[in-house]
């Protein structure tokens, strides 16, 4: 059975950081692009950043330059490291697998950004 697990959310004050894991189990996460989105309440989930299988990494424009998305393979395992953190991050963070036809999706992982 595969599992996606996202943990590291929580409660900052603007400027503050965080990192977000996505740990996999049933599956490589390495052989998957992985993929960080993130919603809000009554919004669509909307993509934030990315990690292909080659390692190319994509992110949107609001959070370039402060959030890094990166893999440890020994522990099967995607973070997300958030720098910077504006009140307009907050949400819920989810991470998904991707290889070809099939995706997995996390249970997400609240990130609440205020003073």
């Known amino acids: 059975q595969v599992q996606l697990v996202e943990s590291g959310g929580g409660s900052v004050e603007p400027g503050e950081s965080l990192r977000l894991s996505c740990a996999a189990s049933?599956?490589?996460?390495?052989?998957?692009?992985v993929i960080w989105h993130r919603q809000t309440p009554g919004n669509q989930r909307d993509w934030v950043a990315s990690?292909?299988?080659?390692?190319?990494?994509k992110y949107i424009d609001s959070v370039k330059g402060r959030f890094n998305i990166f893999r440890d393979v020994a522990k099967n395992t995607v973070y997300l490291e958030m720098n910077s953190l504006k009140v307009e991050d907050a949400g819920v963070y989810y991470c998904?697998?991707?290889?070809?036809?099939?995706?997995?999706w996390g249970q997400g992982t609240q990130v609440n950004v205020a003073t």
């Open positions: 049933g599956i490589m996460l390495n052989n998957y692009g």
């Open positions: 990690i292909g299988g080659t390692g190319l990494k």
């Open positions: 998904q697998a991707v290889r070809l036809n099939t995706a997995y």
